[in-house]
């Protein structure tokens, strides 16, 4: 859905939250339009959309075909053998937009989450890997993707409540997401790394670093 279609639902359904004083009924409607708005907005939990990805990875495994669940189960078990305090994966159905998953548009990731620190609940890294050709395309996406209740949150005049970006978070909270998005991209690598060799390839010439806030390789 346009961004701005997704601002004007949200203008409305506060003009409505406005009137909603003299009556119920238009205060149901701004409620309503106002979680429309968010839920389009904001993005349900199986839509991925480009403007919430902040950094970025991908890789082409020439003759990898095939090898997509062997990718996800390595890495996620790499990721489990690091530790990481806090860290859940499961693997979902995503869709890049709400209209084409409801046509069938979807692709399987795996979505990775810290936990530990409630700030990081934002900030999700999805993982995919698909057949492409004789080869198998590898990508991850670190997105920002406030919830519902800190949308909601953030519509109050003068309150500052969610910490909706990366600048908003103190030292230590960026310390812990660029710590949470390094060791999972290093999982991930060595998932990769892993079958790159297996197939009798350079592991050395895959491009390491990501593209976007992080830069890590």
């Known amino acids: ?28 409607i701004g409620i309503i339009l106002i979680i429309v708005g968010l839920y389009f907005g904001f993005g349900p939990d199986g839509v991925l959309e480009k403007d919430q990805v902040i950094d970025t990875w ?9 090898n997509a669940a062997v990718i996800s189960k390595d890495a996620e078990a790499f990721i489990a053998d690091s530790k990481a305090p806090g860290i859940r994966i499961e693997s979902k159905e995503i869709a890049p937009s709400v209209i084409t998953g ?5 692709r399987n990731f ?3 989450r810290d936990t530990s620190n409630h700030k990081l609940g934002p900030y999700q890294i999805y ?3 698909r ?5 198998l395309d590898v990508s991850w996406y670190l997105t920002f993707k406030p919830s519902i ?20 978070l103190n030292v230590f909270d960026q310390q ?21 060799l297996s197939l009798g390839q350079d592991p050395n010439k895959l491009q390491r670093m990501s593209r976007g806030f992080l830069g890590i390789s």
């Open 102 to 106: 409801l046509i069938g548009n979807r």
């Open 127 to 129: 993982l995919n890997a």
């Open 110 to 112: 795996l979505v990775i």
């Open 176 to 196: 812990d997401l660029r710590a949470y998005g390094t060791n999972a991209h290093h999982c991930i690598l060595k998932a990769v790394d892993k079958l790159v």
């Open 131 to 135: 057949g492409y050709g004789d080869n």
């Open 58 to 66: 991908s890789a082409l495994i020439e003759k990898g075909q095939g």
């Open 1 to 28: 859905m346009p961004k701005a279609l997704i601002f004007i639902l949200i203008a409305i359904g506060l003009f409505f939250l406005i009137i909603g004083i003299f009556s119920k009924t238009f205060l149901i």
């Open 149 to 168: 209740l800190q949308a909601l949150i953030a519509l109050i005049p003068f309150v500052s409540v969610a910490q909706f970006t990366i600048n908003d």
